[in-house]
């Protein structure tokens, strides 16, 4: 998927600053796709060259000018038009696999110890996942059907973090027990 395509999902929403959707991004989208604020800001002007988004100069006093995105027309057909075609499975690189993959038996406290730094950040992860999951059960019915779309999205990230946490617990019982 392209980048270009996730600002317009982000735009159909909600029209936003460059800096804006960076912060959304990180909320949102960030946490199963990555973009730095440079990546957001070059694909900002080449939609806006494409016709995909249009945007209006916001004037400020004690800062520079800001623009202001929002989606076009153009932009919403290209949006329902990607949403048409399907997409390939996610393919994995992870440097930690490789890791494992090629360790030798004196490398073993080496992958105990990256083990145990990966379990602390998926851990917080899980936690930070599971902490939107109870802000969605609490919300009323109108907001959990608004979001129904995004909270998928999140339930697929709780999996994915539960299902690493387990797959080390039989690491570490087949090479450390």
Same mark, same amino acid.
């Given at each position: 998927m392209s980048l270009k395509y996730a600002i317009l999902v982000l735009l159909r929403s909600e029209p936003g600053s460059g800096y804006d +959707?960076? @912060?959304?991004f990180k909320l949102t989208l960030g946490n199963f796709w990555n973009a730095s604020h440079q990546q957001i800001y070059l694909e900002l002007k080449k939609l806006s060259e494409e016709g995909l988004l249009e945007y209006t100069? #916001?004037?400020q006093t004690d800062k520079p000018d800001r623009?202001?995105?929002? *989606?076009?027309? +153009?932009? *919403?057909?290209a949006l329902q038009g990607w949403m048409r075609i399907p997409v390939s499975?996610?393919? *994995?690189?992870?440097?930690f696999l490789v890791k494992l993959y090629g360790a030798q038996p004196?490398? +073993?406290?080496i992958i105990r110890a990256e083990l145990v730094q990966h379990r602390i950040i998926h851990r @917080?992860? +899980?936690?930070? &996942?599971?902490a939107l999951e109870q802000f969605f059960i609490q919300a009323d019915v109108?907001?959990?059907? #608004? &979001? @129904?779309?995004p909270y998928l999205t999140l339930r697929r990230g709780i999996k994915s973090e539960?299902?690493?946490l387990s797959w080390a617990d039989e690491v570490e019982s087949t090479l450390f027990q």
């Open positions: +959707l960076a @912060q959304r100069v #916001e004037h623009k202001v995105y929002s *989606i076009t027309s +153009l932009g *919403i057909s499975p996610p393919r *994995i690189n992870d440097a004196q490398d +073993l406290e @917080q992860q +899980l936690e930070k &996942f599971q109108a907001r959990r059907r #608004e &979001f @129904q779309m539960e299902a690493w």
